[in-house]
């Protein structure tokens, strides 16, 4: 029988870890995931040794596997634990997540950046309705927009001239919206200063912000970047350790060779491409619900994930709900759920957990890490 690391994650999500309530695919608990024909092999992270699923997960994992995929598959599951943290005057850099000491958000599980190479394609929406799609499927969610440039998020959820509170413990308490914890740099600072910031001082406002914030426990934290690829973008990327990054585009070749150009800046720094979305990719008109009309062109970014080798994660049809609801302060996928775009949306997410879970589950539980002074 011929299956792929896919159905193995998708067999693996009924493994509950009784101590924290959730999967261990969700947990990020399954690592060095190989599949070779008919034998599966993979490496359970616990969080200690002596935690008493140590003793059963093993056998639960194999069940599970044989359940779904067939008696015949051999299953070899080995056992690790967290890594200890390294000294405190040793920082470590790469991409993957957990590990780093100087990690700002530490109770974070995966860091999700949403960026565009060219302004105005659609990049907030589709954040904003990525990060509502995951709290929908009961994951916990944090949606952050670093565009201090134009910060469209406070906007965009109907929280507008909103300012967060700030707890005892001097923590940055995010605003919560539809079930999402909310921050947006439009709450701290004023835009029209910001236009002039330099590079340095972005990082530093970023870092602080993500760092003082008390973002308790989060399977995913999206974060909103400012379009481009120039310094800033790069510094904020660098500013976190991100899971892998989501590249909006429009089908038009002047979005696609940006877009082109956001794959190779990630690339540069080590973070997976989780994918690329398309959006207004098609007009349909309300009276013609059989018609597609595809106003910019028609599948460039599908072509442009294919020539680059990384997944595409879905197409969003243009639909006046869309700008509306954005305006109006509630996004599509809640406001109109039905809508074919909040469908797509839904979709597009599915696609982006299933490429996190895959790129989680392939990473090494001690991953190689470039270690660097400071
Ligand atoms: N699929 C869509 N259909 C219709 N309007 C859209 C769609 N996606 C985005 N828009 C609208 O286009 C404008 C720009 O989108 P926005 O998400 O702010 O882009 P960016 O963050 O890339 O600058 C907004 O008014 C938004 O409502
Ligand atoms: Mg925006």
Redesign the pocket.
Known sequence: MAFTARDVLQALRSVVDPEREKDIVRLNMVRNLTVEDDTVSFTVVLKSPTAPFADKVQAQATAALHEALGDDLTVNVALDNEMIGLGDDLQVSGSGQQQSTDDPTPGVLNTIAVA?GK????????AVNLALSLAEEGYDVGLIDTDIY?P?VPTMLGLEGEKPRVSEERKIIPLQKYGLKVLSMGFMIDPQKAVIWRGPMVTKAIRQFLGDTDWGTLDYLVMDLP?GTGDIQLTIVQTVSLTGAVI?STPQEVALADARKGVSMFDNVNVPVLGIVE??AFFTPPDLPDRKYYLFGQGGARRLAQDLDVPFLGE?????A??ES??DGEPIVTAGPDSA?AKAFRKATRHMVDEVALRNAEQAPSQQVEILYR
């Open positions: 565009s302004g105005g394609v659609g990049k907030s929406t589709v134009g469209s379009p909006v959006n207004m969003i049809p243009i639909e006046q869309v700008r954005g305006d775009s």
